[in-house]
Structure formats: C-alpha cells, structure tokens
C-alpha cells in the first residue's frame, strides 16, 4: 500500500522568508504526486502536480517542487511566502498502475500547516 | 467552467440516524471520489465511482454506501450515525485516472 509522510506537522516562518515543506512517498515503479493547500473552512485546491517529464515542477502561487526519484521525496517550497500562503499543505500521491486497494485513489500525507507570521 | 458542487454546506444530525450528501462533478468528468476529513485524522479515502459503478472503497464500515447517477452526479450515505462520523466529507472529481482530482468546498457533519 502507498504511504506518504509529510515531515513536519507545522512550520511558523517569517513573512518574506523562504520555506520547504516536506513530504516523503512509498516507493513505486511509478506515482503521481500532487501537493494541494487548504485554507480555513474550505476544500482542497491543487497546488502543482508531476506525472512525468521534467523533475523540477512549477505551480500556482510562486510554488515549485522537485521530484527526486532516488530519494522518493517531492519537497514544496517558495522562496518568498506571504501572509496570504497561511493554511495547511497536503502532499497526495496516487499510482496510476496499482490494483486492489490502492486503486485509482490518492493517498495523502497528515498535512503541514504552515503559518506566515508579519 | 464550474467546480464540483456539493450539498449541503451543513449538516447536523443526532446519533442513528441517517445523512445523505450530495456532489456534482466538474462537466465531462465521470469519476467521482469521497474522502473524510476527521480531526487528528487527516484525509481519509472512503469511496470512488466511475461510469456509475463503485470501482473502490475505503476502510470503512458498510453503513457508508454512496452511488452515482447517470449525469455522474454522487451521494453518499451515512447510515446509524456515529459520533465519531463527524467530519467533513470532501468530493472530488477527475477525469484521468490516477490524475489530479478537483475538489468541492465539503459538507459539515455534525452527528449529535
């Protein structure tokens, strides 16, 4: 079964200051790997994804991520954040090949609330 | 083009009885997933359907039971309500298996 580990359960930075949130995945022959926020009281909104092709990923929102295969990492970071990025991040994976269980669903991390402070 | 759609907002009920939730997938996409979102425990995958048949299900008792509609439109079931069945209960949709899947706002379950 796919397991995704999101490394820190919250991060407090500084408005202006680069951040990187964490997330680690079970390994697979081949994953889709998603990162999506959630503000206070609303749904969840895809951020950026990577299904295949170029490792560094590019977002909405100034965000990026890199997929590094040999690490099973896919880290979410922007090199300046703002008040308005405040809510939680959820890093999801989803394997198009798999069966049984895992089937078509997106299994995600426990979320990382980051949390922009002026 | 329009999100999913979901209803209702919110939702109280007392312990037995019965919820029914509401969503409607974003134009042209046939799959239609259901995930909880219990405190403290996270985003829990409950039931996924496509062309209006139940191709997974999650961990959870069959007293959650969904289905889907020839529009593709979905509702999901809580039958004997728990306590612990509060949470809110995220639909998604997608259109490319395994691809992103596009989120609505959720339904508030609140079982008393």
């Known amino acids: 079964a796919q397991s995704v580990t999101q490394l820190d359960s919250q991060v407090p930075v500084f408005e202006e200051a680069p951040v990187e949130l964490r997330c680690n995945y079970s390994s697979s022959v081949s994953v889709y790997l998603f990162w999506y926020v959630q503000y206070p009281n609303q749904g969840l909104q895809l951020l950026l994804k990577?299904?295949?092709?170029?490792?560094l990923v590019k977002g909405i929102n100034g965000f990026e991520a890199e997929f590094n295969k040999s690490q099973t990492s896919f880290h979410l970071r922007k090199p300046s954040v703002h008040i308005s990025d405040t809510a939680e991040y959820f890093c999801?994976?989803?394997?198009?090949?798999?069966?049984?269980?895992?089937?078509?669903?997106?299994?995600f991390g426990q979320g990382t609330i980051l949390t922009v402070h002026p | 083009e329009a999100g999913v759609t979901q209803s209702p907002t919110h939702l109280i009920k007392t312990r037995g009885q019965q919820a029914t939730l509401r969503c409607s997938p974003i134009?042209?996409?046939?799959?239609v997933y259901w995930y909880q979102q219990a405190l403290g425990l996270g985003l829990q995958f409950l039931l996924w359907?496509?062309?209006?048949?139940?191709?997974n299900r999650g961990n959870f008792p069959p007293r959650f039971s969904g289905r889907q509609f020839p529009n593709y439109s979905s509702e999901l079931n809580v039958n004997a309500l728990e306590l612990e069945d509060s949470a809110l209960y995220l639909c998604a949709s997608s259109a490319l298996l395994g691809g992103e899947q596009f989120f609505g706002p959720g339904t508030r379950l609140t079982v008393l």
């Open positions: 134009s042209g996409h046939t799959s």
């Open positions: 990577y299904l295949s092709g170029s490792t």
């Open positions: 359907y496509d062309e209006g048949e139940e191709r």
């Open positions: 999801a994976v989803s394997d198009p090949h798999a069966g049984g269980t895992s089937y078509g669903k997106l299994t």
